[in-house]
């Protein structure tokens, strides 16, 4: 893996997080609502975003190196979300957990979310794709790291997708 030097990891094995989110499918055609005050979302496909499939594949990678040991999936969102879940247990991840709330959420309460996720849950390296393909926000890993008070590093896996590394001090 080229994100990090191996050597700034201890030797043990990591407690890692991935954050997952379910969105529109990236191949749908989006309709605009007939009120115009958003996009139709009744009856359209969704998926996991795009850039936490990519996270999900780089903390397997993570496993498959003997960095980690323990990889959990989390999601924000409705009993909707579960599919997702579904797709990272699919794609690798050892356990999954759902926080439930709605699915118009700020990007504070999914940060303060996994940050008590975080703490319950021990973890240790927490990876993240750089935003979602749904609303671009690019908010909630800064936001988590400042709740945490973790240091963050923004890199490039190797097909030059950004993920966000955290973990902890």
């Given at each position: 893996?080229?994100?990090?030097?191996?050597?700034?990891?201890?030797?043990?094995s990591?407690?890692?997080?991935?954050?997952?989110?379910?969105?529109?499918?990236?191949?749908?055609?989006?309709?605009?609502?007939p009120?115009?005050?958003?996009?139709?979302?009744?009856?359209?496909?969704?998926?996991?975003?795009?850039?936490?499939?990519?996270?999900?594949?780089?903390?397997?990678?993570?496993?498959?190196?003997?960095?980690?040991?323990?990889?959990?999936?989390?999601?924000?969102?409705?009993?909707?979300?579960?599919?997702?879940?579904?797709?990272?247990?699919?794609?690798?991840?050892?356990?999954?957990?759902?926080?439930?709330?709605?699915?118009?959420?700020?990007?504070?309460?999914?940060?303060?979310?996994?940050?008590?996720?975080?703490?319950?849950?021990?973890?240790?390296?927490?990876?993240?794709?750089?935003?979602?393909?749904?609303?671009?926000?690019?908010?909630?890993a800064?936001?988590?790291?400042?709740?945490?008070?973790?240091?963050?590093?923004?890199?490039?896996?190797?097909?030059?997708?950004?993920?966000?590394l955290?973990?902890?001090?």
């Amino acid at each position: 893996l080229s994100l990090l030097p191996l050597s700034i990891f201890p030797i043990m094995s990591l407690r890692l997080l991935v954050g997952v989110k379910r969105v529109i499918d990236y191949a749908v055609k989006i309709r605009v609502r007939p009120d115009a005050l958003g996009i139709v979302k009744d009856n359209v496909k969704h998926s996991m975003n795009p850039f936490d499939e990519i996270a999900v594949e780089e903390a397997g990678r993570l496993r498959e190196k003997k960095i980690a040991d323990d990889l959990l999936a989390v999601t924000v969102g409705s009993n909707a979300s579960q599919e997702t879940l579904r797709t990272a247990l699919a794609m690798g991840a050892d356990r999954a957990l759902q926080v439930v709330a709605a699915d118009e959420l700020e990007p504070r309460v999914v940060a303060s979310a996994l940050a008590e996720v975080v703490k319950r849950e021990n973890i240790q390296l927490v990876v993240l794709g750089k935003q979602a393909i749904d609303d671009d926000c690019n908010q909630v890993a800064q936001m988590l790291a400042g709740k945490l008070n973790w240091a963050q590093v923004r890199k490039r896996n190797l097909r030059g997708c950004l993920l966000v590394l955290m973990w902890w001090r």
